[in-house]
């Protein structure tokens, strides 16, 4: 069980150009604590749902049928991501699906503003529905979003892109 104060409380630290990401894959018990298939789409169209009323709505199809294919296949690589049954495998070509994730992000100018934005509506969907999942497993959760999302960005102040170094970190680890 978790508290949306405990969930509000998630940290958001700034992506530093040219710093190394390390992140790791989330947790399978996360994915059961959720409710399996059927939770994390109920979270994921809920985040969605969140998103077309955020700053950050313009990025996305503003088509409701176009709108509709993004919440499935956002569900479906979220299933994978976390352990859950291969759905995504298709859509990612077998092309490791963190390293496909990062090319979906290169066709839009995503900026730190951006990526805060998204961490923080996915942070409230997760407040709305995910209180019945352990902190600690949303925390688990909440540290690839935080991290991975920083590969997301490719567009700074300066003008520049950098696509940044990653390493995913071993499960075992
Ligand atoms: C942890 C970080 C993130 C993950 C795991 C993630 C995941 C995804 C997934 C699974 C898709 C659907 C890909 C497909 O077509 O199969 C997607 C699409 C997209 N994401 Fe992200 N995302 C992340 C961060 C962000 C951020 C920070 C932005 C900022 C604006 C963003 C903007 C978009 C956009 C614009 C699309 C495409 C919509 C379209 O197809 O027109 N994402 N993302």
């Known amino acids: ?6 969930i509000m409380s998630l940290p958001i630290t700034p992506v530093n150009k040219g710093e190394e990401v390390r992140f790791k894959n989330p947790p399978s018990a996360f994915f059961e604590a959720i409710g399996g298939e059927a939770g994390m789409r109920e979270l994921m169209y809920d985040f969605y749902d969140k998103i077309y009323e955020s700053e950050i ?19 479906k690589f979220f299933i994978q991501i976390c352990g859950g049954p291969k759905v995504y495998e298709e859509e990612a070509k077998g092309m490791d699906l963190n390293e496909y994730m990062i090319r979906v992000h290169d066709d839009f100018s995503i900026n730190e503003k951006a990526r805060i934005e998204w961490l923080g ?12 999942v352990d902190f600690a497993l949303i925390r688990e959760f909440w540290d690839y979003l935080e991290s991975f999302s920083k590969l997301t960005v490719n567009t700074f102040a300066d003008g520049s892109t950098y696509y940044a170094a990653y390493t995913q970190a071993k499960e075992e680890e």
């Open 1 to 6: 069980m978790a508290t949306k104060q405990e």
């Open 57 to 75: 709505a313009h990025f996305f199809p503003q088509d409701e049928e176009e709108f509709e294919k993004v919440k499935i296949k956002n569900s």
């Open 121 to 132: 509506t996915m942070r409230d969907a997760l407040a709305e529905k995910a209180t019945h």
